[in-house]
């Protein structure tokens, strides 16, 4: 389960954890948190129910980040499917990841990011392998990159109906497959990436 060891590394820091949701899928933004988290007000609910966002069901996430408005200052950032085609899905996520952190209405002076690549921010950066289920900060910013962006999905899903966005999220799941034969693509699909790509050149 993740704690604030990580964190208690760096004493008399402000400290956010940063974290992103919406690599994989075929549509859809990526989408990134930023969470600095007011130890003073964290609930115990809190400290035993956050979690890499992926282990968590839908609900629980859902409870989670609103628990966290309570305690902490929030910042979300997004990378459009233009971005990911331009781009590509990684330097997408370095974008979004950058564009969370900008908007904390407090400025961090440490960010400790998920996972191995390190984002261009205006302060001192730590990289975390699996910080969702390691520390506390990241795993509140996987709540909130992941809900954020499954209310996203949901609403594309309710503007093209027929690819399962609202369960998927975007994913090539077999409902998606289905959508994609029947009803071809949107312009909210990642063009760039192979599935979609090959959908494209077939119908040339």
Not at 27 to 45: K, Q, Y
Not at 78 to 104: C, H, P, S, W
Not at 156 to 179: I, S, V
């Amino acid at each position: 389960m993740p704690d604030f060891s990580i964190e208690d590394r760096f004493a008399d820091k402000i400290i956010a954890g940063v974290d992103e949701a919406g690599r994989g899928p075929w549509a859809g933004p990526v989408v990134a948190g930023a969470v600095i988290i007011d130890r003073d007000l964290i609930s115990d609910e809190l400290i035993l129910g956050l979690d890499d966002s992926k282990k968590l069901k839908p609900k629980m996430r859902e409870n989670l980040f609103e628990l966290l408005h309570q305690c902490a200052v929030i910042g979300v950032g997004i990378a459009d499917v233009a971005e990911i085609d331009e781009k590509n899905i990684l330097q997408a996520t370095m974008l979004a990841m950058g564009r969370a952190v900008e908007n904390l209405n407090a400025p961090p002076t440490v960010a400790l990011v998920d996972g191995n690549r390190q984002p261009k921010l205006d302060c001192q950066t730590q990289c975390v392998v699996r910080g969702d289920g390691i520390s506390l900060s990241i795993a509140a910013a996987s709540i909130v990159a992941k809900v954020t962006r499954d209310r996203i999905m949901a609403g594309l899903a309710q503007k093209h109906p027929g690819y399962g966005w609202e369960t998927n999220q975007g994913y090539g799941t077999k409902a998606h497959r289905e959508g994609l034969q029947k009803l071809g693509i949107t312009k909210h699909h990642r063009k760039s990436f192979a599935p979609i790509r090959a959908i494209i050149e077939k119908n040339r």
